[in-house]
T-cell receptor, first 111, second 115 residues
Framework: DTAVSQTPKYLVTQMGNDKSIKCEQN?????MYWYKQDSKKFLKIMFS???????INETVPNRFSPKSPDKAHLNLHINSLELGDSAVYFC??????????FGPGTRLTVT | KQEVTQIPAALSVPEGENLVLNCSFT??????LQWFRQDPGKGLTSLLL?????REQTSGRLNASLDKSSGRSTLYIAASQPGDSATYLC??????????????FGKGTLLTVNP
């Protein structure tokens, strides 16, 4: 059973479109995260939710909006996609401060 | 602002060699430190988590140490194998509230173990 899953795995879209990435964890964790890994492979936190409450919101354009319908799900919606949004987006989860488990990533390509 | 540095950026060794990967961080007020490995095109796999009160953790051929006061951690890999080839990432979590609870990552060490 996959612990942290993301859909889709690959996403190719044109500039200006709106897209969503979904994440689900079956570990019973109370905290979930979105990370962005850029072309230089640098990994940076974007958002974190604890018990459906936003606790970390880094300097991210407001075109990015996370939504947590319940503790097991954290989705990322991106409006008006730009070329610079091309990256790999990783979802992760943890039991609050403890060990984080990552999903397989979603490779987003904006053309 | 926490900064994490990993040295070396890349390392190539022959199979069987013991090796050490280094990680340093600028703010010693950390809650824990986590080592990950990332295979090309894949997600991150957690290797070891060291709480701030611990000095080391071991898992199989891996041993991670933490010197919080000097802002350093090392990952020791014994008897390296070609399957160990991957990028190794170090990440620290801050110990104060809000966004300080986030993980800050280093840029990784790309390890190649040659048969």
């Amino acid at each position: 059973d996959t612990a942290v899953s993301q859909t889709p795995k690959y996403l190719v879209t044109q500039m200006g479109n709106d897209k969503s990435i979904k994440c689900e964890q079956n570990l019973g964790h109370d905290t979930m995260y979105w990370y962005k890994q850029d072309s230089k492979k640098f990994l940076k936190i974007m958002f974190s939710y604890n018990n459906k409450e936003l606790i970390i919101n880094e300097t991210v354009p407001n075109r990015f909006s996370p939504k947590s319908p319940d503790k097991a799900h954290l989705n990322l919606h991106i409006n008006s996609l730009e070329l610079g949004d091309s990256a790999v987006y990783f979802c992760a989860s943890s039991r609050f401060h403890y060990e984080q488990y990552f999903g397989p990533g979603t490779r987003l390509t904006v053309t | 602002k926490q900064e994490v540095t990993q040295i070396p950026a890349a390392l190539s060794v022959p199979e069987g060699e013991n090796l050490v990967l280094n990680c340093s961080f600028t703010d010693s007020a950390i809650y824990n430190l986590q080592w990950f490995r990332q295979d090309p095109g894949k997600g991150l796999t957690s290797l070891l988590l060291i709480q701030s009160s611990q000095r080391e953790q071991t898992s199989g051929r891996l041993n991670a140490s933490l010197d919080k006061s000097s802002g350093r951690s090392t990952l020791y890999i014994a008897a390296s194998q070609p399957g160990d080839s991957a990028t190794y990432l170090c990440a620290v979590r801050g110990d104060s509230g809000g966004s300080n609870y986030k993980l800050t990552f280093g840029k990784g060490t790309l390890l190649t173990v040659n048969p």
